[in-house]
């Protein structure tokens, strides 16, 4: 099987920057795209970046600017810098990677870590 944990949520206070980080580990070949996305209560799960294999990166117009997503493929990592904080950003983040693997055959399955809290509050 395949683990994601994310880390590096905290209380921050508006304006302020915190350094996502989401490491992959377990059965994995490869991994192709991987993103994180977030949930404020209430509503519903949104993307907010996405990274390729090769680097390329989208963002939530909400985001664009102010966060950065990146990863080390050598880690299996990826990392998300979130900068200029607001309190609308508050939610619980959660990062997912598209992963091959061999389980009895090659395989091509999404993964999910459990999640980490971002609160942006003065």
């Known amino acids: 099987q395949v683990q994601l944990v994310e880390s590096g949520g905290d209380l921050v206070q508006p304006g302020g920057s915190l350094r996502l980080v989401c490491a992959a580990s377990?059965?994995?070949?490869?991994?192709?795209?991987m993103g994180w996305h977030r949930q404020a209560p209430g509503k519903e799960r949104e993307l907010v970046a996405r990274?390729?294999?090769?680097?390329?990166?989208n963002y939530a117009d909400s985001v664009q600017g102010r966060f950065t997503i990146s990863r080390d493929n050598a880690k299996n990592t990826t990392y998300l810098q979130m900068n200029s904080l607001k309190p609308e950003d508050t939610a619980v983040y959660y990062c997912?990677?598209?992963?091959?693997?061999?389980?009895?055959?090659?395989?091509?399955?999404?993964?999910w870590g459990q999640g980490t809290w971002v609160t942006v509050s003065s």
């Open positions: 990274i390729t294999s090769g680097g390329d990166t």
């Open positions: 377990g059965s994995i070949f490869r991994i192709n795209a």
């Open positions: 997912n990677a598209d992963v091959i693997r061999w389980d009895y055959g090659w395989r091509s399955d999404t993964f």
